[in-house]
């Protein structure tokens, strides 16, 4: 649902979802900064895959869209007081990716 450069304006202290019957909708919820907040969690939720022809090419797409998010939910996760700069990072996750794709066809 949120792109990479929307994650890296997230915080493990807020809960956001776009489901309308949601409490955290559409403003989110959040909580006090407390040391008893140890982490952030991002959803993938199956759902949409069953109008793919095939569960082969609809996991490959899920899969692509989790992988592009998982470093962006890392930085705020880890490095909660990160103010890096969305486009140097977004940049660096597409060289990175780039190489582990000419790695993985060698």
């Known amino acids: 649902m949120w792109s990479p450069a929307e994650?890296?304006?997230w915080s493990i202290y807020g809960w956001q979802h776009f489901?309308?019957?949601s409490l955290a909708y559409p403003n989110g919820i959040q909580v006090e900064p407390t040391d008893k907040v140890i982490g952030g969690m991002m959803c993938?939720?199956?759902d949409g895959l069953i109008s793919y022809d095939s569960n082969d090419h609809a996991s490959k797409d899920e899969f692509a869209l989790v992988r592009e998010r998982i470093p962006a939910?890392?930085?705020k996760t880890w490095n909660i007081n990160s103010v890096r700069?969305?486009?140097e990072f977004?940049?660096?996750y597409k060289n990175i990716?780039?190489?582990l794709g000419k790695m993985k066809s060698n």
């Open 97 to 99: 990716n780039e190489f």
């Open 85 to 87: 700069d969305k486009e």
């Open 44 to 46: 993938a939720w199956g």
């Open 19 to 21: 489901w309308e019957k």
């Open 73 to 75: 939910l890392s930085e």
């Open 90 to 92: 977004l940049q660096s």
């Open 7 to 9: 994650i890296l304006d």
